[in-house]
């Protein structure tokens, strides 16, 4: 940056516009938390053999690194308040990506946290073989078979020993709910869920409330009711079965329109009645039931009569 003076006492500012750029670039390299470079970054697709991002996933890239984001004091301040046990080698830390499909969220995860010295087990969980064998090949590649692995089945069936976080980003549809039911049913301490397509709700809504009839008239606007609809409810269930709960934007809408997470730590916190109420009226006047209440039937039940 320069500034002259001109002869009438103005301030004339220039700035070095290469400079500038220069500047940018260089916080962007720092603040990334993730190196382009990383080879997990290539064999997934991400970036080219330069350690490049491909254009064509920058918003991809940006996506998990802005999930990792948010993932990374989650998981420090779970630990430090005693909801999640310090990993050891023993007992690392549990991580489990649920409809994982080509991995990029699950590999994220795994060199990001081994990267700052933390012990992890990541397992990926997705329905279609050939993601198992292609991810499973990957790991093997990169030599980190010991602490990730892959299974193809369903949400539902999956079998592990335990899991601290669970992790889902951009599960379609109903396979978000999966995600959220079998989380909260095999005792996950940590949830950070990215819904994608909503059509649960969708169906269900026929007639709306009055005065509210102006939100469903118009498609469009009544897609979008749906889909708030849908993770509000969402994220109310997962507080009444003891998780605090809060639904956050985790990337600009310029790299997806699906940018909504919730984010739950299960505090065992028993719900206040109001919560309760509240939830039970919201279905009663929309009259919709999400497939999630039908998931977690037991627990909120459970919960309530706590």
């Not at 690194?65 to 779970?78: G, I, Q, V």
């Not at 978000?176 to 649960?200: F, M, S």
């Not at 609809?229 to 079965?241: E, F, H, N, P, S």
């Amino acid at each position: 940056m320069t500034i002259r003076i001109t002869k009438k006492q103005d301030a004339l500012v220039h700035f070095d516009k290469s400079a500038l750029q220069q500047n940018l670039e260089h916080d962007r390299a720092k603040a990334r938390l993730l190196d382009p470079s990383d080879p997990f970054l290539r064999s997934v697709g991400i970036s080219d053999s330069a350690g490049n991002i491909k254009p064509s996933r920058q918003d991809k890239y940006k996506q998990v690194e802005e999930f990792l984001r948010l993932l990374a004091p989650t998981l420090t301040s779970a630990i430090e308040t005693g909801h999640i046990k310090a990993p050891t080698k023993e007992k690392p830390l549990s991580i489990v990506d649920l409809g994982c499909g080509h991995a990029y969220l699950t590999f994220a995860a795994h060199q990001y946290l081994m990267s700052q010295g933390m012990f992890v087990k990541v397992v990926g969980v997705d329905v279609r073989q050939e993601s198992r064998t292609r991810n499973a090949a990957i790991a093997k590649e990169l030599g980190i078979s010991s602490s990730i692995e892959f299974r193809a089945e369903e949400i539902k069936s999956s079998a592990i020993d335990y899991v601290d976080v669970a992790i889902a980003l951009h599960a379609c549809d109903t396979a978000t709910d999966d995600a959220i039911a079998w989380a909260a049913q095999n005792g996950a301490k940590v949830l950070l869920v990215a819904p994608c397509c909503h059509h649960d709700l969708q169906s269900q809504i026929k007639q709306s409330p009055e005065p509210w009839g102006l939100l469903t008239k118009h498609g469009l606007m009544k897609e979008r009711l749906a889909d708030l609809l849908t993770d509000a409810l969402r994220a109310q269930i997962l507080k009444i079965i003891g998780y605090r709960t809060d639904v956050i934007e985790f990337v600009g809408g310029e790299h997806t329109p699906r940018n909504i997470m919730i984010r739950a730590v299960k505090t065992g916190t028993k719900p206040d009645q109001i919560d309760i109420d509240t939830y039970h009226q919201m279905l009663a006047q929309w009259k919709v039931k999400p497939i999630l209440a039908e998931l977690l039937e037991d627990e909120i039940t459970t919960s309530k009569h706590s």
